[in-house]
């Protein structure tokens, strides 16, 4: 069984930066693709960005330019950079890892943005 373990929320200012880590407990093939999401409040759910098996990134419109996705398949981990972050970004943040039809996700880990 995979448990995905985000880390990394919290409250920061407008303009400010954060890191979101995301672990995997138990094993997760390196051909995973990982990613992350986030919902806020009355919304759906939806892509962040996500990072495949080969390194390559795909980002939210909205996130281009601000956010880095990362991973280390040593750690089993992805990792979230977000910068210049601002009220839109609230939000209880998503790690997933999926392959085919097996999909897991974290708990969430909130991120709020104060204006």
């Known amino acids: 069984q995979v448990r995905l373990v985000e880390s990394g929320g919290g409250l920061v200012q407008a303009g400010g930066s954060l890191r979101l880590s995301c672990v995997a407990s138990?094993?997760?093939?390196?051909?995973?693709?990982l990613g992350w999401y986030r919902q806020a409040p009355g919304k759906q759910r939806e892509l962040v960005a996500t990072?495949?098996?080969?390194?390559?990134?795909n980002y939210a419109d909205s996130v281009k330019g601000r956010f880095t996705i990362s991973r280390d398949n040593a750690e089993n981990s992805v990792s979230l950079k977000m910068n210049s972050l601002n009220s839109e970004d609230t939000a209880v943040y998503y790690c997933?890892?999926?392959?085919?039809?097996?999909?897991?996700w974290g708990q969430g880990t909130q991120v709020t943005v104060s204006s």
């Open positions: 990072i495949t098996s080969g390194g390559s990134a």
């Open positions: 997933n890892a999926k392959y085919w039809v097996t999909d897991y």
């Open positions: 138990g094993s997760i093939s390196p051909r995973y693709n």
